[in-house]
């Protein structure tokens, strides 16, 4: 497949400088096959974790309202930004997580799109291990991106489902 020099600068944007991004690289390979480029305009449009509205994307990714709205909403439901709505004065405002903890786990809990897609569930192992290389030894005991919750005190019931969401207790 060819390589996407927007979904590169994607990649670069969510990862902050954390690790080098390559089409071989989890961060990238986990979008890859699927996102279109529209999503990543519109992404492109977001600052990490800093809240931005519908009319300021809109024009940052060169679209119209109409469609940046519809935008976001495609790719909060996929799992890639974070939507938050203040019904009472009818405010969306967006932002764009990290890989972890953020876009990753937001794509692993949305079954539907996992099973049609399972290179996600294969780029998320391959972000844990391999893209934390670097990192691990610099991060202090307890401190990681991530942490094992025991399935006995994650879970009050068996659920249903094969991917479960869990609280800790």
Same mark, same amino acid.
């Given at each position: 497949?060819?390589?996407?020099?927007?979904?590169?600068?994607?990649?670069?944007?969510?990862?902050?400088?954390? &690790?080098?991004?390559?089409?071989?690289?989890?961060? &990238?390979?986990?979008?890859?096959?699927?996102?279109?480029?529209?999503?990543?305009?519109?992404?492109?449009?977001?600052?990490?974790?800093?809240?931005?509205?519908?009319?300021?994307?809109?024009?940052?990714?060169?679209?119209?309202?109409?469609?940046?709205?519809?935008?976001?909403?495609?790719?909060?439901?996929?799992?890639?930004?974070?939507?938050?709505?203040?019904?009472?004065?009818?405010?969306?405002? &967006?932002?764009?997580?990290? &890989?972890?903890?953020?876009?990753?786990?937001?794509?692993?809990?949305?079954?539907?799109?996992?099973?049609?897609?399972?290179?996600?569930?294969?780029?998320?192992?391959?972000?844990?291990?391999?893209?934390?290389?670097?990192?691990?030894?610099?991060?202090?005991?307890?401190?990681?991106?991530?942490?094992?919750?025991?399935?006995?005190?994650?879970?009050?019931?068996?659920?249903?489902?094969?991917?479960?969401?869990?609280?800790?207790?």
């Amino acid at each position: 497949m060819e390589v996407r020099e927007n979904l590169i600068k994607l990649c670069e944007k969510i990862n902050d400088g954390h &690790y080098k991004i390559t089409p071989d690289c989890a961060e &990238y390979r986990v979008f890859e096959q699927w996102i279109t480029d529209e999503q990543i305009a519109v992404m492109m449009a977001l600052t990490s974790m800093k809240p931005a509205f519908v009319p300021l994307i809109a024009r940052k990714a060169g679209l119209s309202v109409k469609r940046t709205r519809e935008v976001l909403h495609e790719i909060t439901d996929i799992g890639l930004v974070v939507q938050v709505v203040v019904p009472k004065v009818g405010l969306e405002i &967006y932002l764009l997580p990290p &890989y972890t903890p953020g876009i990753f786990e937001f794509l692993l809990i949305n079954e539907k799109f996992c099973l049609a897609h399972p290179e996600i569930a294969y780029a998320f192992h391959q972000h844990a291990t391999t893209s934390q290389i670097e990192h691990a030894p610099n991060t202090p005991m307890g401190a990681g991106i991530m942490r094992v919750i025991p399935r006995s005190r994650s879970t009050t019931s068996a659920a249903p489902s094969t991917l479960r969401t869990t609280t800790a207790t």
